[in-house]
């Protein structure tokens, strides 16, 4: 065990002083961790689980079986009687040593390098037991063969068409035929095919519970990342599951997202969960995260963030409402009426008179949503906004009011003296969200209220005490699986950038509080 021994200034978080967590570099000793498995009276003699050896020799019985059948890799085996055995070893790299980006890219940082080192995979081996002709009883096994250390990460089980996800003329997942190395920053598959919906087998389980288990379309999601090794991929969820309960959600889900963690600026890989984390309780929709490890065709395809896809319509599951009867405003205009949709009149207006009555916006907004959203984007210093990343919705009954959502939080948490009332107002990109944000910051009637928040926010969801605790509960989820990740996709001293990274935003937790509420004193001033 390392011991880790914080600075921190307040007594209050003394219990936070020393932290245990497991080494990212030492292997753990022969070990099992459960996985789930299907109810059933068959015997193993490997139970479903996680386990650092490397081949299992397998052994089913049912007792007065009259023959058994085993199902694994789309292979059959039947037996005479009532057991059957197999072994099963851990797979060979494959599919990951496919290319999956481009090797040398011009300007974008995140090129493919081949994984090393060895890694684990995924193995479902199906039994079934027969009494002359009808099937008794059935299991569905799960092993993880080859894993360096213990982790409470849930796995992904996905299962894929190879051709329709890495063929050089029609796979959406690689460079492929389409990639132009004179235009790599818009050409490839990952961007020819990134619309088309493929149909994917998906399986979500942990320790003891299955949250997901089908058959579900899926395509490439994001703007930039596809550019990355590791994509996103979306899946639409056409029937009842239970991921809205590893979510902790309350309501239905229709979509899914496995973020690569790429979108975390490779190194930062869990900031934008640790953020929404950290504001789930405010005034404001956020995407929820939950920290998976993907098996892609059975192979280790590293940490992904699980999230849902928030939307116009997780909004409607989220306020059981009717979609037709809510109406949503955003900076990419998917809201149909150029950028930002309903509302972009009223920002047309305030971009053509930045004296505009303060009272004839913010009667077009949900004010506590407002103010929370500028806080968090501020405090956390999210660079990529508000050109980008800015997403509103409300009721289409008339007199309602705008609610802010909160998305993409990858591009935060620099240095804690970094001034944003500065960085936000000098916003130049052609989108109108810097128009009302700089609008916002400079009316007096919000200066006000937006202090008065920030005040309680920096005692309670922005304390150091509360950021800490939060960030504490990521590193160690993250600390025993992160070597494998920077192996599976062997980035340019990756593992080193994510120590220097976990150090910022350690520093970021104990110190942001100070400058934050310097630098708004000074702008308001």
């Known amino acids: 065990m390392k011991v880790y021994i914080s600075c921190l200034k307040n007594y209050k978080y003394l219990f936070l002083l020393i932290l245990y967590s497991c080494s990212i570099e030492q292997k753990d000793k022969d070990f099992f961790n459960p996985l789930y498995s299907n109810s059933s009276k068959i015997n193993s003699s490997y139970k479903s689980g996680t386990y650092s050896k490397d081949s299992l020799r397998l052994s089913y019985s049912f007792y007065n079986a009259k023959s058994m059948l085993l199902v694994y890799n789309k292979d059959s085996l039947i037996a005479e009687g009532d057991s059957i055995d197999i072994t099963i070893r851990n797979l060979e790299k494959r599919l990951s040593k496919i290319p999956t980006a481009c090797k040398n890219y011009k300007e974008y940082a995140n090129n493919w390098n081949a994984p090393i080192n060895e890694l684990s995979s995924f193995h479902q081996v199906k039994i079934y037991?027969?009494?002359?002709?009808?099937?008794?009883d059935s299991l569905e096994a799960n092993y993880v063969l080859g894993v360096i250390n213990k982790d409470n990460f849930p796995i992904v089980n996905l299962n894929i068409d190879e051709k329709l996800f890495f063929s050089s003329d029609s796979g959406c997942y690689v460079p492929g035929d389409s990639f132009d190395e004179n235009n790599d920053?818009?050409?490839?598959?990952?961007?020819?095919?990134?619309q088309r919906k493929q149909i994917a087998s998906i399986q979500i389980i942990d320790n003891n519970k299955q949250y997901l288990n089908g058959e579900f379309l899926c395509r490439i999601h994001g703007y930039i990342t596809p550019l990355a090794p590791q994509k996103s991929l979306r899946f639409y969820l056409k029937k009842d599951t239970k991921i809205n309960k590893l979510l902790k959600l309350n309501h239905e889900v229709d979509k899914i997202i496995l973020r690569s963690s790429y979108s975390g600026w490779g190194s930062e890989i869990f900031l934008d969960g640790?953020?929404?984390?950290?504001?789930?309780n405010l005034n404001i929709d956020v995407m929820t995260y939950k920290g998976v490890?993907?098996?892609?065709?059975?192979?280790?395809?590293?940490?992904?963030g699980l999230r849902e896809r928030l939307d116009l319509k997780a909004i409607a599951n989220k306020y059981k409402l009717k979609k037709k009867k809510i109406i949503d405003a955003d900076d990419k205009g998917f809201s149909k009426t150029e950028g930002y949709g309903d509302l972009n009149t009223l920002l047309l207006k305030i971009k053509a008179n930045p004296n505009y009555s303060y009272e004839s916006v913010i009667q077009h907004f949900n004010q506590a949503s407002l103010v929370d959203w500028l806080a968090i984007e501020l405090f956390?210093?999210?660079t990529d906004w508000p050109c980008n990343n800015t997403f509103y919705w409300k009721k289409t009954n008339q007199n309602k009011k705008w609610n802010c959502v909160l998305i993409d939080m990858d591009a935060c948490v620099g240095k804690p003296k970094t001034n944003m009332f500065d960085f936000a107002v000098k916003d130049r990109s052609p989108s109108l969200g810097g128009v009302l944000i700089t609008y916002l910051l400079k009316q007096k009637e919000f200066q006000v209220v937006f202090k008065e928040r920030v005040e309680y926010l920096l005692q309670n969801d922005f304390s150091t005490e509360r950021l800490m605790q939060k960030f504490i509960y990521y590193e160690n989820l993250f600390n025993p699986a992160i070597k494998e990740h920077y192996d599976r996709w062997n980035s340019i001293d990756g593992l080193d950038k994510y120590k220097k990274a976990l150090k910022r935003i350690k520093g970021f937790c104990e110190n942001r509080q100070y400058y934050f509420k310097q630098n708004m004193n000074e702008f308001f001033e």
Not at 185 to 194: D, E, P, R, S, V
């Open 185 to 194: 920053q818009n050409t490839g598959n990952y961007y020819l095919f990134k």
């Open 380 to 382: 956390f210093q999210n």
């Open 274 to 280: 640790w953020i929404a984390d950290v504001c789930r």
């Open 293 to 304: 490890k993907v098996y892609l065709n059975g192979e280790y395809w590293g940490i992904h």
């Open 129 to 136: 037991a027969f009494n002359e002709n009808d099937i008794v």
